[in-house]
């Protein structure tokens, strides 16, 4: 982060009085992790805070400190916007561009005329800020928010308890419990502090992991009984359709996860979950090692996230989607199973 853009923030910072921080539609414990160790940082340093999400985020998030006081959008969509557009800052996190934040807020935050910042670890942001603290070498944008407070604002003494635990359910949640996209051992680095600070890891593993309702359970068994495995092109890929959700009474982040049981077996290079929500289909991918599934999205789904970690939306049925999903598999035949023909 360059010094004028640290100026620029310690100086708008100075004068703000409101603040709001938004994140991105279906918000993941990155997006509200990074959001309320921000809050609570803002909070107790004086400010008007408020932190706006899109729609519901996880139940299993729900036990996180000040989860409670989070404005959610599709609940209430005036007071969403409102505090929006009186903001004197506006910190945009773990989201490149203003259509992630969904049809409420997306005009909210290009209108507005807050002083803008972003923190974010996706690929091409895509949105004008004043202060933009992006980069795809980190494990989370919870990691970004403890680089911004504590190493470049150098504000280490007002790490608190709330902070450290919100950062380290971003970082664990997003690096898939250190299993992807934690080889920088800053990342470690950070994470011993926070547990230093007094995060107790087993408990909080426990609360997001060991906290979920029946209804993940019967969907997790529907999708792997229905698992698709294409050795031919080292793939696997599941699928659920909205009467599936509905049968099995769905709720906001039940199949958070799913996407990654494919890639436990052991030919499997690339792994991909299909989930219809209403006309369209919402699509996660997955791979290991260097298949750059952002890539694969962004050229065939208009989608996009991180070389291992991926998702996008497919306006077609869902048979249709897994049709063209399966169409496109031979063009990268080569490159997926070469790993394998390495051994």
């Not at 690096?175 to 909080?204: H, R």
Request: net charge neutral.
């Amino acid at each position: 982060m360059k010094k004028k853009d640290i100026t620029a923030l310690q100086s708008a910072l100075a004068s703000a009085k409101k603040i709001t921080i938004v994140s991105h539609y279906n918000p993941d414990g990155d997006a509200v992790g990074s959001a309320l160790a921000l809050f609570h940082f803002l909070n107790a340093k004086g400010f008007e805070v408020n932190v706006v999400l899109p729609n519901e985020f996880p139940d299993f998030l729900k036990w996180m400190p000040a989860s409670g006081q989070i404005i959610v959008a599709e609940n209430d969509k005036d007071k969403a916007k409102k505090v929006v557009k009186e903001a004197d800052m506006l910190f945009i996190t773990d989201m490149n561009a203003p259509h992630r934040s969904g049809k409420i807020l997306e005009n909210a935050i290009i209108k507005s005329d807050a002083f803008k910042v972003l923190i974010d670890h996706h690929l091409a942001p895509d949105i004008e800020v004043d202060v933009m603290l992006s980069t795809v070498k980190t494990s989370s944008s919870c990691e970004l928010v403890y680089r911004l407070l504590f190493d470049y604002l150098k504000e280490k003494n007002a790490l608190s308890l709330e902070i450290a635990t919100c950062l380290y359910v971003g970082i664990i949640t997003d690096t898939g419990s250190l299993t992807y996209s934690c080889n920088d051992p800053k990342t470690y680095a950070i994470l011993n502090k926070l547990i230093k600070k007094g995060v107790d890891g087993e408990d909080t593993h426990r609360k997001i992991y060991d906290n979920y309702a029946e209804s993940r359970i019967h969907l997790l068994g529907l999708s792997l009984q229905r698992m698709r495995i294409l050795n031919e092109y080292a793939t696997a890929y599941i699928y659920l359709s909205s009467q599936d959700l509905k049968d099995n009474d769905y709720k906001m982040g039940d199949t958070e996860g799913f996407v990654n049981y494919g890639l436990t077996i052991k030919t499997v290079q690339f792994a991909a979950i299909f989930i219809q929500r209403g006309e369209k289909v919402r699509i996660s991918f997955r791979s290991k090692g260097n298949f750059d599934v952002n890539q694969f999205a962004r050229k065939h789904f208009n989608g996009g996230g991180h070389r291992n970690a991926a998702a996008a939306y497919h306006n077609d049925t869902l048979e249709n989607t897994k049709a063209y999903f399966e169409s496109i598999l031979p063009q990268y035949q080569k490159e997926l199973l070469k790993p394998y023909q390495e051994k």
